[in-house]
């Protein structure tokens, strides 16, 4: 079974569009992320939840919405797509804290194309 | 900001050779760690280091840290085609922060 999983792994959509991206994981983790990977490979983190409180809020647009509904999972809703928000956004979980105490686990990630 | 640097930025080798990846910080930190890209995929963790330790290893993995230089080290040894993806640096010191990667192809 895969410990995190994100869906869907692809998405092509137009400018002002409305989507979502949602992310479980079955670790049992209190700490979920989203990172956005750009097209030079530059991780990013935009947010972060332990345990259903978002702790790691970075500068982003708040047109970036995330919701985390129990500790297994965490989405993000984007509205009114931008042509610079294509990226590929991975979903993360660690067992400890945001403090990089421990490692993350990855999902496969969500190539968004916003055209 | 970003932390990590990682050097060189592109790494092309033959196979069973080693390749040494470097990372370079700017600020304390409590841990650093390395991570695995392939094509495609989600990063995966190879090897976790603390500032109080120095070097560790891990299968044909080795990493150094040396704090006074806020530097680190990647070798893999013994390299394989398999070996083929991008490797990150990430430094801890409140939050994950990571590198751009090293890109490294192995050739059979």
């Known amino acids: 079974d895969t410990a995190v999983s994100q869906t869907p792994k692809y998405l092509v959509t137009q400018m002002g569009n409305d989507k979502s991206i949602k992310c479980e994981q079955n670790l049992g983790h209190d700490t979920m992320y989203w990172y956005k990977q750009d097209s030079k490979k530059f991780l990013k983190i935009m947010f972060s939840y332990n345990n259903k409180e978002l702790i790691i809020n970075e500068t982003v647009p708040n047109r970036f919405s995330p919701k985390s509904p129990d500790k297994a999972h965490l989405n993000l809703h984007i509205n009114s797509l931008e042509l610079g928000d294509s990226a590929v956004y991975f979903c993360?979980?660690?067992?400890?804290?945001?403090?990089?105490?421990?490692?993350?686990?990855f999902g496969n990630g969500t190539r968004l194309t916003v055209t | 900001s970003q932390q990590g640097e990682e050097d060189p930025q592109a790494l092309s080798i033959q196979e069973g050779e080693n390749a040494t990846m470097n990372c370079s910080y700017k600020?304390?930190?409590?841990?650093l760690q390395w991570y695995r890209q392939n094509s495609g995929r989600g990063l995966v963790h190879l090897i976790l280091i603390r500032s109080n330790e120095r070097e560790k290893h891990s299968g044909r993995l080795r990493v150094t840290l040396d704090t006074s230089k806020k530097s680190s080290s990647l070798l893999i040894t013994a390299s394989r085609a398999a070996d083929t993806a991008s490797y990150f640096c990430a430094t801890a010191g409140g939050k994950l922060i990571f590198g751009q990667g090293t890109e490294l192809s192995v050739k059979p």
């Open positions: 993360a979980s660690s067992e400890k804290g945001v403090n990089g105490d421990s490692p993350l686990h």
């Open positions: 600020t304390s930190i409590n841990n």
